[in-house]
C-alpha cells in the first residue's frame, strides 16, 4: 500500500491471513484504471509477478525461493510449559474456517474476534451485498439479505465445527457501506470514457449514473466516527437480524451433529447503554424465534466491544446488558490519542519515537498510562455491575509483550490476537504470570504497571 503503517487495517486483515504486507511504501503509484502500479521506475501489470517481504519492507521484482515455516520440537516444547503457567487465555482473530482451524493447530483456545464484513468480499457475495446496499426500500434489501442468509450461516457452522467447544466470538458487521461499493475513481473514469466513445446501452449508463450517486451519497468525511458499528443495526435492524439468525441456524444444526458450540455475539462501537441494550433485545429475540426450547442448549453470551472511551467512563451502566466486553485496542487507542494510525504512522510517529516523545509506537505497544486507565477503570466498574463479565482484547496489542503483561496485571480473561502470533501470546502470557503473579480481579484499582 501507498498510505497506512504497520498496524493499519490493511497490515492487520494481512496478518491474521498469513500474508505477507508491506505498508505505507510512498514510491508506488496506482492506476486503477489500467490495473497497473509504477515503483522504482518500472511499472508492473496485473498478472506480474513480485514477491514481498514483510519482515524488512522489502518488494522484489519476480518470484524467488520459499521455504515454509515450520515449529520445532524445542519450540513446541517450551509452548507447553507456557502453558502450564499462564492464566490469561489466548485466543486468535479469525474469519474464516480455514483461520478457524489455522489458529487451533497453533494453539488457540477460541477466536476473540470473527470480523463478519470479511465473510462478505468475493466476489459473488459482493454483488448481493451492492444490490442490499443500492436497495430503494427495506423490502427490497430484505431480498438480497434473504440471498445472504445461508451463505453466512455456511461460515458460521464451518467455524463453529473447527472450533469445536471453544468460544467464537462473533462480532457484526461493522464497516461503513461505502467500503463494499465500486472505488469512484473508477466509475467516474467508466463514465467519462463511456460519454466519450458512446460505449454502453442506455441501461447501462443510466445504471451507472445511480451507482455513482449512491456512492456520493455514502461517502464520509470520517469514516471511522460515521454510520458504522451499531449504528448500522440501528438504522436497519434487518441488517443485524440475518446475522443473528443465520448464527442460531448454524448453531442449531451444529448441535444437532453433536458439535459443541460457545458463540459470543459482539455489538460493535456501542457507546450508549441504551444501544447495547436495544441490539440485545433484537438479538435475543431472533434467538427465540430460531431456536425455541433448543435455546438452553447454546450457550451464547451477547456482549460488546468498547473502543469508544465513553463506554470505557460508563461501562458500569453498559455492564448491565453485557456478558463479555471485548476492548477494541486499535480503534481506542485511536480515539483516545486523537489521531488516525493509518496517518500518523506515516507521518509523524516514527519522528515522535525517535525524538523519544513517546517511548513506542502506542499502536503496537499499549498506551498503559492512557488507554490503559480506560480499560483498567472499565474493568472496574463493569465488574462492579456484573460480576460474571468476561473481559479481553482483540485489538494487535493482544499479540505484544508489554501489552499482554499489562493485560494480565489488569486482570483480563483472555487476550486474542492475529493467528501468526498466537504462540508469542501464549509464552508472553506465562511470563506474565512469573513477572506479576496470579490475576487478582478483586483488587483492580490498586494495579500499577
Not at 28 to 43: E, H, L, P
Not at 112 to 141: N, P, Y
Not at 419 to 426: D, I, K, N, S, Y
Not at 437 to 444: D, E, P, V
Amino acid at each position: 500500500t501507498s498510505r497506512g503503517g504497520m498496524t493499519s487495517h490493511a497490515a492487520v486483515v494481512a496478518r491474521s491471513m498469513g500474508k505477507p504486507c508491506v505498508t505505507g511504501c510512498e514510491d508506488v503509484s496506482f492506476d486503477f484504471a489500467r490495473k497497473r502500479i509504477a515503483i522504482g521506475g518500472r511499472t508492473f501489470r496485473e498478472g506480474d509477478l513480485l514477491s514481498i517481504d514483510g519482515a524488512t519492507g522489502r518488494v522484489i521484482a519476480g518470484a524467488v525461493p520459499l521455504v515454509a515455516a515450520e515449529m520445532s520440537d524445542e519450540f513446541q516444547q517450551l509452548l507447553e510449559w507456557a502453558d502450564r503457567e499462564r492464566e490469561l487465555g489466548v485466543y486468535a482473530n479469525a474469519d474464516t474456517p480455514a483461520d478457524a482451524a489455522k489458529a487451533r493447530a497453533l494453539g488457540a483456545e477460541g477466536i476473540g474476534l470473527c470480523r463478519t464484513e470479511h465473510m462478505f468480499m468475493s466476489a459473488d457475495r459482493l454483488r448481493i451485498v451492492q444490490e442490499m446496499i443500492l436497495a430503494e426500500s427495506e423490502t427490497e434489501r430484505r431480498k438480497a439479505l434473504a440471498r445472504l442468509l445461508p451463505l453466512q450461516q455456511e461460515d458460521f457452522e464451518g467455524i463453529f465445527e473447527a472450533m469445536d467447544g471453544y468460544t467464537v466470538t462473533i462480532r457484526l458487521l461493522d464497516p461503513p457501506l461505502h467500503e463494499f461499493l465500486p472505488n469512484l475513481e473508477e466509475l467516474v473514469v467508466r463514465q467519462t470514457e463511456w460519454k466519450a466513445t458512446g460505449a454502453g446501452t442506455a441501461r447501462e449508463r443510466k445504471e451507472l449514473d445511480r451507482l455513482i450517486a449512491k456512492v456520493r451519497s455514502l461517502h464520509e468525511l470520517n469514516p471511522m466516527l460515521g454510520q458504522r458499528g451499531c449504528r448500522l443495526g440501528i438504522l436497519f435492524p434487518e441488517i443485524y437480524e440475518m446475522q443473528a439468525e443465520a448464527l442460531f441456524l448454524a448453531a442449531s444444526r451444529m448441535l444437532r451433529k453433536g458439535v459443541r458450540v460457545q458463540p459470543d455475539i459482539m455489538v460493535p462501537l456501542v457507546g450508549h447503554a441504551a444501544e447495547l441494550k436495544l441490539l440485545r433485545e433484537l438479538i435475543e429475540r431472533a434467538a427465540e424465534r430460531v431456536l425455541g426450547p433448543e435455546r438452553r442448549n447454546c450457550a451464547y453470551r451477547i456482549g460488546t466491544m468498547i473502543e469508544v472511551p465513553r463506554a470505557a467512563l460508563t461501562a458500569g451502566q453498559i455492564a448491565e446488558h453485557a456478558d463479555f466486553f471485548s476492548f477494541g485496542t486499535n480503534d481506542l487507542t485511536q480515539m483516545t490519542l486523537g489521531c488516525s494510525r493509518d496517518d500518523a504512522e506515516g507521518k509523524f510517529l516514527a519522528h515522535y519515537v525517535d525524538r523519544r516523545v513517546l517511548a513506542a509506537n502506542p499502536f503496537q505497544v499499549l498506551d498503559t498510562s492512557g488507554v490503559g486507565q480506560l480499560i483498567e477503570l472499565a474493568v472496574e466498574r463493569g465488574l462492579a455491575a456484573n460480576p460474571q463479565l468476561k473481559t479481553g482484547i482483540c485489538g494487535e496489542h493482544g499479540g505484544e509483550r508489554d501489552s499482554i503483561l499489562f493485560c494480565h496485571a489488569t486482570g483480563l480473561d483472555y487476550v486474542s490476537c492475529s493467528t501468526f502470533r498466537v504462540p508469542l501470546a501464549r509464552i508472553a502470557a506465562a511470563q506474565a504470570k512469573l513477572l506479576h503473579g496470579s490475576r487478582n480481579k478483586a483488587s483492580l484499582h490498586s494495579i500499577s504497571v
